[in-house]
């Protein structure tokens, strides 16, 4: 067992972990954040996808004691209280979602999208989350829902400006 | 499924590292950004008995110039290349390439020396790698160090010149600034998907004559290649379609590359030319 210090969603843990527990599984069954969710065996379906320092990652490939120092954001920490994030707000006005497994990782990824590309166009939107596979909507939706979010942030970040 | 058992070792520097993989048993393992280890392990492909975590290593990532090279420390992330103001003015080639790698969140963890090490034929970087004649900086037990060139480098499929006890440090690249065009051609059919033949294309023009030219193909075989016979045909030919084309077509001379459930062999030829014409004539700004 090796012990990892790190922040997620905002409150700090010290627990012991084996090294080949992978962070997803550290956040689910040690923590009991199941927000985040399991889709594959491959790192490609990117239902897992969490910030790590800030940066999108898919927590099933990364290990747990990686995280050690760090600070997580999951889909459970972007609320504000009972106030939707913005981005979920927008998937849930422009129905982004319809069975909801790829949810969390779509707006995680998304989020991180926003943060390097502020107001991205329609194929910046569909590159930038192409590491997350949605089996259900068709995408569509989704790209709606992004563009919402984008010009609600950029106006709400100029108003403070 | 998770990882099999495995000791863990997370050095922070490069001698700590080497003697972390010294004292690490029989099979140990290095993991840079673990994009492509971490799922080989929980599918139970690889079962090391110790695994040498680079990730805080803080020498082994950044990129920096040295006289007419550009070093890229080994840990450097794809999104840390994405975001480097030397790799965007002397690196483009690399540039492009690492565009095509994966998607954002495997490319913020997913590394340049880890993508070279990991030596997948369809990996878009050792192709780069090979067509700027890239030098590789590898560090042995005892912290010796030695450099092996890109086209020495690339032994087979996933093997590479990389002993037993060694680290892969840093790569050089020659820089290409002011008049030299590039382009990385990469053929795939779905998102985050790799690449189903992509071509490497870097071109210095004299006025009206192509006076340099490298190409490297990805996928084209158990390693990346150099289309030789494409290059011999551009250096001093007249920057044409006719020229570029009819070079184009002897892009797939020599190259035995595999048949999948994505492209037979014969077409993979196919596509080989076809990108090549069209890298080269981007790069040649035709
Ligand atoms: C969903 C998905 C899609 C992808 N798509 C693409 C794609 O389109 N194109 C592409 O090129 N790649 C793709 N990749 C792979 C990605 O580029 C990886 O980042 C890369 O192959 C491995 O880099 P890494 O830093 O994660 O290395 P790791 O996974 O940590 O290591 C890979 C191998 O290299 C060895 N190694 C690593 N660093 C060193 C070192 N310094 N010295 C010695 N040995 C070392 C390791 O021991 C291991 O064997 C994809 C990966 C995923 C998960
Ligand atoms: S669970 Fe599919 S990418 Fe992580
Ligand atoms: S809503 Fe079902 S997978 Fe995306």
Redesign the interface.
Known sequence: MTQINVRVDGASYSDDVEPRTLLVHYLREQLGKVGTVVGCDTSNCGACTVHLDGESVKSCTVLAVQADGSEVTTIEGIADGKTLHPMQKAFHEQHGLQCGYCTPGMIMASIDLLKNNPNPSEHEIREGIEGNLCRCTGYVNIVRAVQQAAGEMSSTAGAQA | ????????A?PTTVDEALQAIAAGGEDVKIMAG??SL??V???RLAAPET?V?L?KVAELRGVREDGDSLVIGAMTTH?DILRDPLIAQYGKLIAEATETV?????R??GTFGGALAHADPAGDLPAVALALDAEFVIAGPGGARRSVPAAAFFVDYLTTALEDGELLVEIRVPKLGEGWGVRYEKFNRV??AWSIVAVAATVRREGSTIAEARIGLTNMGSTPLRATAVEQALVGADVSLETVTAAAAQAAEGTEPSSDLNAQADYRQHLARVLTGRAVRAAAGL
């Open positions: 499924m998770i990882p099999a058992a495995f000791a863990y997370r673990g994009q971490i799922p392990m929980r599918l695994v975590d990730t999104s994966a998607d954002p969140a495997v913020h963890r998102a985050q």
